[in-house]
């Protein structure tokens, strides 16, 4: 067993975890590992939080409080969702609640875990009011007002915060090679249940039939969840680009939008599929060719060093030029991975540049309010070479 070392903070129950046992957690499902893929993953953390630590010192900073839980998570490997990391010059700590001292023992391998009752915030404070010349990075935008109230009050006047929204979201940006290879796994699900689900698509199913398919599916090829509610819209509601699915039954002769993503091993899969029951009249041929159009110049635009701003407007221009700009009403594409939309965005007058590694999708689309709407996406690698496909199900139009 290992070693429970029993302190007594600011008067609450806290445990100091020692040394863990050779297991982690994946989502619910407890997996034995291999001494060695574990210390891939304590090396991968630890390479990580160097990168952090370099950024604190970048932005004169030597502590970073991080509340949100795919950073917690990114940084320790907990997947509880009561936890907050406080990383400092030469220590990290995971503070948590009772329910999670054995999963945080188990998965935050080589890192201080804290067990506290009560709140996290005003632990953490106290813990900060004891140390000296703390400069402590927080981002506003994961703090509600009432926490930071608590935070502040509890650390007192002698910690000074630093004020640094997405500093972690940053970092993750960049996918490593471990990263990329689960959201292509995650990609190959979404792909196959995709293909499945089209197979399904007939006048009488109703949207919520098919996305309880979707689930299910995911499920069944070992996905631990969604990366968000399936979008199922027929008909005029496909003209919703988030669109919910609702009882309405798939009628004859109209547009069905099918976007779905898959969580495999906590990374997303994100992609948007179009389809029509029955012959489609030339108009909606035509538009969906200048969507499929659109993707394929925002893809040939894809590639590190390039504005996310440049890949939009490749596929902006394109609808533009086929008179349908005014009908896409959405950026063209966001980054993907432990969250179903992160960094980078390609929107409108971005400026930021591609790196290598960032994975994105790339969704033109085209909403015609009483007629219906077509959508496209796919998840791609962004490489110095160009964009690398990661989903594979068939992009033709389909007429059912």
């Known amino acids: 067993m290992p070693a429970v070392i ?3 903070i600011a008067g609450n129950e806290c445990f100091v975890i020692g040394r863990i046992p050779h297991t982690i957690w994946d989502g619910a499902t ?29 932005a004169a900073a030597n502590a970073l409080l991080e509340t949100h839980p795919p950073n917690v998570f990114y940084l320790s490997g907990f997947t509880g969702d009561s936890g907050v990391l406080l ?20 998965e935050a391998r080589g890192i201080r875990v804290q067990v506290h009752r009560g709140s996290l915030l005003a632990a953490i404070g106290d813990y900060l009011r004891r140390k000296r010349r703390i400069r402590a990075a927080i981002a506003p935008s994961r703090l509600s007002l009432a926490g930071w109230n608590v935070l502040k009050k509890a650390a ?20 490593d090679a471990s990263e990329i290879g689960r959201i292509q796994e995650a990609a190959r699900v979404g792909s196959e249940v995709m293909e499945e689900t089209i197979c399904l698509v ?9 996305a309880a398919e979707i689930a299910y599916r995911m499920r069944r090829k070992g996905a631990s969840g969604e990366s968000f509610e399936a979008i199922v819209a027929a008909g005029p509601r496909s003209a919703l680009p988030h669109a919910c699915p609702t009882a309405r039954r798939i009628g004859k002769n109209e547009l069905v939008v099918l976007d779905l993503g898959a969580i495999l091993r906590h990374y997303c899969s994100d992609l948007t599929r179009t ?16 969507v499929l159009e659109a993707q394929a110049a925002a893809r040939d635009v894809l590639r590190a060093g390039v504005a996310t701003g440049a890949v939009d407007a490749a596929a902006r221009g394109v609808l533009q030029r086929k ?17 179903i939309h992160e960094d980078p965005r390609l929107a409108r007058g971005q400026e930021r540049l591609l790196e290598t590694g960032n994975v994105v999708t790339l969704e033109p689309g085209v909403y015609i309010e009483g007629v219906g709407g077509i ?13 690398e496909i990661l989903t594979t199900a068939p992009r033709e139009f389909l007429e059912l």
């Open 156 to 175: 007192g006047k002698g910690v000074r915060w630093v004020a640094i929204d997405g500093l972690v979201d940053q970092l993750r940006a960049v996918k």
């Open 30 to 58: 407890r997996e034995e590992t291999s001494v060695s893929s574990l210390l891939f993953m304590e090396t991968m953390i630890a390479n990580r939080l160097k990168r952090v630590r370099q950024a604190l010192d970048a």
């Open 375 to 387: 959508r496209i996406e796919d998840d791609a690698v962004v490489t110095p070479r160009g964009a």
């Open 87 to 106: 990383i400092e010059s030469s220590s990290v700590t995971l503070f948590t609640d009772s329910r999670f001292t054995i999963q945080a023992r188990e």
């Open 202 to 210: 007939r006048p009488g199913v109703t949207e919520l039939e098919l």
């Open 6 to 8: 029993v302190d007594q």
């Open 275 to 290: 389809v029509h029951t029955g012959r489609a009249p030339s108009r909606v041929r035509r538009w969906y060719q200048a």
């Open 323 to 339: 008179g349908l700009g005014r009908y896409f009403v959405h950026s063209t594409g966001h980054g993907i991975g432990l969250e």
